[in-house]
């Protein structure tokens, strides 16, 4: 089968660094990537990893370690408005298909 | 520039009634369309994607089938709706070789009642 496992929640304070983890386990790999999600929106992009190593986006960056099937969303500064859902989701390159965690929800605490 | 839209926002249906959810994208041609189901709290189920007009490919066996008529149009369907077909639906779409970006619609919140 095919699995994704990231935290549930986690929780940190303004101004803090926090770290998302995801693992992964599918047929297939081409790349992780880690959407953004706020109560009742819609997902939005924040990151892609195709190979190893360390992506930086501003106060986001993310990992990605293809050998251990592993990857973490690096949230840095946090603000309030960083509270939200955080999901990971693999490129299985089969046909298209982008499978998604069950995702990390981030509470920002004053 | 690329959009993507798809309607309606909120919807309630009774149980054993239809269904018909449209999506539809603008500014690029040949994308790839998919459909996802999200539950309240829980990640993003992939149901349907599409490379192609007239080329679905189904992920979970479910009461629920997709059909992309048009290049840059997605439907959603179902013949008799079940309550455990409530959910938040989103449509989304990524360039024929992008698919590590996806661009989401504004998600339609379905409650069969």
């Known amino acids: 089968g095919q699995s994704l496992e990231q935290p549930s929640e986690v929780t940190a304070v303004e101004g803090a660094i926090v770290q998302i983890n995801c693992t992964y386990q599918?047929?297939?790999?081409?790349?992780l990537s880690w959407y953004q999600q706020h109560d009742g929106g819609a997902p939005t992009f924040l990151s892609y990893?195709?190979?190893?190593g360390l992506e930086e986006t501003g106060r986001f960056s993310s990992f990605l370690s293809r050998s251990d099937s592993y990857g973490y969303l690096l949230l840095q500064e946090l603000q309030m408005k960083d509270s939200a859902s955080y999901f990971c989701?693999?490129?299985?390159?089969?046909?298209?298909?982008?499978?998604f965690g069950q995702g990390t929800e981030l509470s920002v605490k004053p | 520039s690329q959009t993507i839209h798809q309607w309606p926002a909120t919807l309630v249906q009774p149980v054993g009634s239809p269904l018909s959810l449209e999506c539809t994208v603008e500014?690029?041609?040949?994308?790839?369309l998919y459909w996802y189901r999200q539950a309240a709290g829980r990640g993003l189920q992939l149901l349907f994607y599409?490379?192609?007009?007239?080329?679905i490919s189904s992920e979970v066996p479910q009461n629920l089938s997709a059909s992309r008529p048009q290049d840059r149009q997605f439907i959603l369907s179902s013949k008799k709706l079940l309550l455990s077909d409530s959910g938040f639906y989103l449509c989304?779409?990524?360039?024929?070789?992008?698919?590590?970006?996806?661009?989401f619609g504004s998600g339609t919140q379905l409650s069969v009642l």
């Open positions: 599918t047929s297939g790999f081409y790349g």
């Open positions: 990893n195709a190979l190893d």
């Open positions: 599409s490379v192609g007009i007239g080329q």
């Open positions: 989304a779409w990524s360039a024929g070789q992008g698919r590590e970006k996806l661009f």
């Open positions: 500014g690029t041609s040949n994308p790839n």
């Open positions: 989701a693999v490129d299985t390159l089969q046909g298209g298909k982008l499978i």
